[in-house]
């Protein structure tokens, strides 16, 4: 089935510290999709990255990095030297190519930057 | 500027009254799609649709409608049969299949 797990609820950390937040998915294709988004408090999710299942490189974008493991099931997020305007609800979400072509989204990690 | 709006942003019902909830794009996106937000839930899907004139329900169908009668627009009926509507309601589009959603604001939906 497919399934998305954020086991992170919240997190608080310091700004300029560097945090992980974490993804894990279940599917029974062996072509998919993953995705992050943000979420701000003006509530309109803002896309990060996509992510194709034959593309196990890792990317960096500025403070942004992911790391996407097939052999976990993990599609991990990392913001380093974090900032206050990174206070955020983050969103990881799955797609398989061969199905109802719906996304899924995991619950959510709220993220907490204190200055 | 293209984009998704909804509208309105703040919604207040009445119980047992049906509501619509406006959803247009102009990306030119085949996809559109609802979704549910509620504290601790994240997005649950309510509907689905691929094409114009074609929908398919979500994980949360029951006590919602839509309609796709042109491709800019993918309107959400909360009907009275929704027992617990009040709830964040997000529209989205994208591009065609297992590409990247684009989200609107939101609408917060009250019941009072």
């Known amino acids: 089935a497919q399934k998305v797990t954020q086991a992170q609820t919240e997190i608080s950390v310091v700004e300029k510290e560097d945090v992980t937040l974490d993804c894990v998915y279940e599917t029974r294709d062996t072509t998919y999709y993953l995705f992050w988004y943000k979420q701000p408090p003006s509530g309109e999710l803002v896309f990060l990255i996509r992510?194709?299942?034959?593309?196990?490189q890792n990317e960096i974008s500025g403070r942004y990095s992911w790391n996407f493991q097939k052999s976990t099931s993990s599609f991990n997020f990392t913001i380093t030297a974090s900032q206050v305007v990174d206070s955020a609800v983050y969103f990881c979400?799955?797609?398989?190519?061969?199905?109802?072509?719906?996304?899924?989204f995991g619950k959510g990690t709220r993220l907490h930057i204190l200055p | 500027d293209g984009g998704i709006t909804q509208s309105p942003k703040y919604l207040f019902r009445k119980e047992g009254q049906n509501v619509t909830l406006s959803c247009e794009q102009n990306l030119n996106h085949d996809a559109m799609y609802w979704y549910r937000q509620d504290p601790g839930q994240g997005l649950r899907l309510i509907y689905y649709?691929?094409?114009?004139?074609?929908?398919q329900k979500g994980d949360i169908a029951e006590g919602y409608s839509v309609s796709r009668e042109k491709k800019e627009s993918f309107p959400l009926t909360v009907t009275s049969a929704q027992k617990n509507p009040t709830a964040f309601y997000l529209c989205?589009?994208?591009?065609?299949?297992?590409?990247?959603?684009?989200f609107g604001q939101g609408t917060r939906l009250t019941v009072v």
């Open positions: 979400a799955l797609s398989e190519a061969n199905r109802d072509d719906k996304i899924i």
């Open positions: 649709s691929q094409i114009v004139n074609d929908f």
């Open positions: 992510r194709n299942s034959f593309d196990e």
């Open positions: 989205a589009s994208s591009m065609s299949r297992n590409t990247e959603a684009f």
